[in-house]
């Protein structure tokens, strides 16, 4: 289930040199992990680190796209929708 909007990352025609760092703000309840949507809309889980000292999970990302936290347990959003 998914318990972010998402977000859409680009960085426009200039070409990562190393891996980016994504960070984003943990809720305030339950376990998550990050995912990207992949070829066909579907969603790819990804992982993250997350530190429960600050309230964050980070995840190295190296290709532009749209990215979303669930809760563990998988993506259940069929091709195509939005959530």
Do not use: F, N
Request: negative net charge.
């Amino acid at each position: 289930m998914r318990v972010s909007a998402g977000y859409e990352l680009g960085w426009g025609t200039v070409a990562l040199e190393k891996a980016a760092t994504l960070e984003l703000a943990l809720p305030s309840d339950g376990a998550v992990v990050v995912y990207a949507e992949g070829a066909g809309s579907e969603w790819q889980r990804v992982g993250g680190t997350v530190d429960a000292s600050t309230g964050r999970i980070t995840v190295p990302v190296s290709a532009a796209g749209r990215y979303a936290l669930y809760r563990e347990g998988g993506a259940s959003i069929a091709p195509g929708q939005r959530g």
